[in-house]
Structure formats: structure tokens, C-alpha cells
């Protein structure tokens, strides 16, 4: 009996070894503890509507700012306001990357700016450039040299150089640590490029070499590029199979990039049917020209509220990316008309 009483004794004990005891002593709080807790919650409750109100600004106002920032600028109505003796074509060109730059480069927007969400403006814009900057190279090739044979004009050749800048190229450039020129610096330096060759043009110290071969040339060269984005916009349609159909997120940066350079080309053909009024009128292709222009603005003007790549057949979701093809074939086309007839 004693050894079982025993026994049960030695197993209370260890029963109890896992167990917290509370002390039967009244607990006193130190204020000088509670007053130290209670700094504390209030600067933790402090860092945390911090920390939300980081959150939501955002989540909410960062899309919201974007949204304002953005700016589809297709006004066929922009005057380059040219002096006599200069370059139409030349002024036009600088007229529309000084207002894009004034407006706000956002192709190269770091990930830290509300800019960056954005998707429609920054491939219009680096539409817009690719073609000038192919134009530019034109203006060096052939319209800046007298009879295609002297040496190029310095002026040119910056600007030409310039305007063929990468356009999403920030402060540091991919694969180097190396802070560089951004975008919108190297086309300014193309602008001012563009001004000096402009003035002294007006002074006779620079060449624009009005010739029919020098027109068709650049028409030639204007139309290769719209056949390219023509076929841009026919492989993405055909391979709309591939993608989520009207969900396609992909089709509205085809869209405004072929915006962009529609946009860019038609402003310049406008241009240069002032610089070369002569040749036009004697080799009477003006109405040609005009319905080429109209083509071209149908295209550059197009705003959908959403690109669709539906089907080509489709009522209710029509093809932005095919009505936009259409318009710029039938442009190409009118283009080598044109051409043809300066070639004879």
C-alpha cells in the first residue's frame, strides 16, 4: 500500500514538471512599462498606415496619373510654319519631335514612373520616330546633296545619325553600367541639326535638291517602309491563333506603332508636295497625290476605343489591325503610281 502511495506520489511530480504555475503573489504593474508599450503600438500603428497609404497611393493614383500623362497627338493640322527657302519637309520634322519632347518622352520612362504603365502613347511615339528618323536619312541621302553626288551636309548627318537613336534608351543603356545620353537629348541635338541646315538653306549656304529623281526616290524609299508595316500587320493578324483572340494585348502596340509611323510619313509626303510643287504640277500628279494622302490619313488617324484582332469577317469586333492594313496598301499602291509616272 505505502509502495503504490509512493509510486503515485513520484508520478504527480513529473506530471507536473510540464506544467506553468502561476504565483498566488498580486501582479503590479510597472507604469514606466506601460507607457513604453504604448509608444511602442503608436509608432508601429504609425509605420503602418504609412505602409498603406504607400499601397494605395500606388495601387490607385499611380494608374490614375498615367492615365493623364498619356497622349495620342495625331493632329494633321500641325503647321511647321516654314520660312521661305527653307524645307518643308525639314520644318515638319522638327516641329513634330520638338512637340513630342515637349509633350513628354515616355518610351524610355523608368519602371519607377507612372509613365512607364503606360503602352498606346510610347509606341505611337517610337512609330513616329523609326519614320523619321528613315526620312532623315533621305534628307542626307539624295534631298541634301546637289545631284546626289557631293559630299553629304554635316547638318544632315547629324540629324540623320540623332533621329535614328534607339527611342527606350534611358540614362543607362542595357548591358552597361555606364550612364549614357537619354533618347530625347540625342533628339534634340537632331532638331538643332535640323534648324541650322534649315537656316542656311535660306542663307544658299546648304543644298535641297528638288529633282523628279530625287522626289521618287524618297517615295520609293516612304513606300518599302509602309509595305513593311503593311506586312507587320498581316503577320500578327495571321497568327491571331496563337494569341487570345479579342484579348489579344499585343495588337494595340502593333496598332500604335504603325499609328505613329502612318502619322509621321503623312505629315511628311504633306510637306514635301510643297517642296517639290514644281515637279508635281508639271508631271501633273497632284490628284494622285492627294488620294495617296488621304489613304495615309485614314490610316494615322484611326482611334478605336479598344484594338480588336478579331476576325476579318467579324460585325460586332471588326479587324482595327486589317481596316488599318487596307488603308495603307491602297496608300502604297497610289505611292508607286506616282512613282511610275516620275520615272517616265
Do not use: C
Request: avoid cysteine; charge should be neutral.
Amino acid at each position: 500500500m505505502q509502495i503504490g502511495q509512493f509510486i503515485r506520489r513520484i508520478m504527480s511530480g513529473l506530471t507536473r514538471l510540464g506544467r506553468f504555475i502561476p504565483s498566488r503573489e498580486p501582479v503590479v504593474e510597472d507604469a514606466s512599462d506601460s507607457k513604453a508599450k504604448d509608444r511602442s503600438y503608436a509608432i508601429g500603428s504609425r509605420w503602418l498606415r504609412i505602409i498603406v497609404g504607400v499601397v494605395v497611393f500606388v495601387i490607385l493614383l499611380w494608374p490614375t496619373i498615367a492615365f493623364f500623362t498619356s497622349k495620342i497627338n495625331d493632329d494633321i493640322n500641325l503647321s511647321a510654319n516654314a520660312a521661305e527657302g527653307e524645307s518643308a519637309s525639314a520644318a515638319i520634322t522638327i516641329a513634330l519631335m520638338e512637340r513630342e519632347i515637349a509633350t513628354g518622352w515616355v518610351p524610355n520612362a523608368p519602371v519607377f514612373m507612372p509613365a512607364a504603365m503606360l503602352n498606346n502613347m510610347p509606341n505611337f511615339q517610337i512609330g513616329l520616330v523609326k519614320a523619321l528618323g528613315r526620312f532623315s536619312f533621305e534628307l542626307e541621302d539624295q534631298l541634301g546633296r546637289e545631284r546626289g553626288s557631293s559630299a553629304a551636309d554635316p547638318d544632315l548627318e547629324i540629324a540623320r545619325a540623332r533621329l535614328q537613336y534607339e527611342p527606350t534608351v534611358w540614362i543607362f543603356k542595357p548591358g552597361t553600367l555606364w550612364p549614357t545620353a537619354p533618347a530625347e537629348d540625342q533628339y534634340r541635338d537632331g532638331v538643332a541639326a535640323l534648324k541650322r541646315y534649315n537656316a542656311r538653306l535660306v542663307a544658299g549656304n546648304a543644298t535641297f535638291d528638288a529633282r523628279p529623281d530625287n522626289l521618287m526616290a524618297a517615295l520609293d524609299r516612304i513606300a518599302l517602309d509602309i509595305g513593311a508595316m503593311s506586312a507587320e500587320l498581316d503577320d500578327h493578324i495571321d497568327n491571331r491563333h496563337k494569341t487570345l483572340g479579342l484579348l489579344d494585348f499585343k495588337a494595340d502596340k502593333v496598332f500604335y506603332r504603325v499609328k505613329g509611323s502612318s502619322y509621321a510619313y503623312f505629315m511628311v509626303l504633306q510637306a514635301l508636295k510643297s517642296d517639290f510643287s514644281n515637279v508635281i504640277v508639271d508631271r501633273q500628279t497632284g490628284r494622285l497625290y492627294d488620294e495617296m494622302l488621304n489613304e495615309l490619313r485614314l490610316a494615322a488617324t484611326m482611334r478605336p476605343l479598344v484594338v480588336n484582332n478579331g476576325t476579318l469577317s467579324g460585325q460586332a469586333f471588326p479587324n482595327h489591325l486589317a481596316n488599318q492594313g487596307f488603308h495603307l496598301l491602297r496608300a502604297r499602291t497610289k505611292l508607286r503610281e506616282i512613282t511610275d509616272i516620275l520615272r517616265k
